[in-house]
């Protein structure tokens, strides 16, 4: 539970938030390498299908088709206007399933579910796909030049294989350091510096708190119960015209923060909470130009109850 609940209010469960849109790279000899094997196959994975069935929102078929006419409309608009901004389309969320914390032996054990593991796997090896390119393509916060943009594909996915979280510990530290003003500025911050670090729900929900502000606040975070770690990652076309591509990354934070406010001629009352959330951060374009923004909060979507 956040000390901020607006966020939370904003969006809806990963249980009703799915994108199944279909990447698609240029192509050259660049993308060739057979790590990157994924032009024709759903970004989202089996889990996050399965999620949507379940789902009394929109059906795996609709949001394909609905990706689709999207993509034909904004076709058919380059012709009669090549000067169309698809760069404030709100996008939906691109992995909506985030798969819980298991211990080391569930991975070997064998009486575990197997069709869970591969799925769960399936999952992983699109996310280091996805951090690939990004690196690549100088996107990744605190990674815009150096070894680890232009080395080779096979290295740079040994090393995202062994070493996930170790391999992007500047872009973690960049994202945790937004996450903490989006929280501040929410509290004590104005609309102009929520509008340029935030976008989509997230900013709706900041702007809800800002403008409803009454009293004097102050947010604190006061430790981390556990370091920041990334949960999945993304990408797709937005505009087929000029493969135009965009990225999210989900980080999961657990955090112990305060919230302090104050009413007029009263005593300032202190909140304490801890707090576990799973951030959206967004960006278009995918490029070193790039700027990433918060774009919202994914709730985890409860197990169905087994018979």
Known sequence: M??????????????????????????????????????YRSISSSSSRNAAAMSKSRSVQDVEKELEEQKQMMARASRTNPGMDVGVQNLPVFESYIDPQKPLWYFVAFWTDKAYR?????????????????????????????FKRNTIDPVRMAWLYMRRQKMIDKSITVFSNMYENYMKIQAEGTIGQATSLAKDNALQAALNVIRGRKDKMSWELIKENSPPYLVSSRMTVVDPRDMKMAAQVVIRFDTQQALTTQKKNQQPARREQRVVENIIFEVMPVDITCSWKVKGKLIEQQEPKKN
Not at 15 to 28: E, G, K, N
């Open 2 to 39: 956040a000390l901020l609940p607006t966020l939370r209010s904003s969006l809806p469960s990963s249980s009703t938030i799915l994108s199944l849109s279909r990447p698609f790279f240029p192509q050259s000899s660049q993308f060739s390498h057979p790590y990157v094997q994924l032009q």
């Open 118 to 146: 591969a799925e769960r796997s399936e999952r992983a090896t699109l996310t280091r796909q996805s951090l690939n390119e990004i690196l690549k393509r100088g996107a990744l916060p605190g990674y815009d030049k150096g």
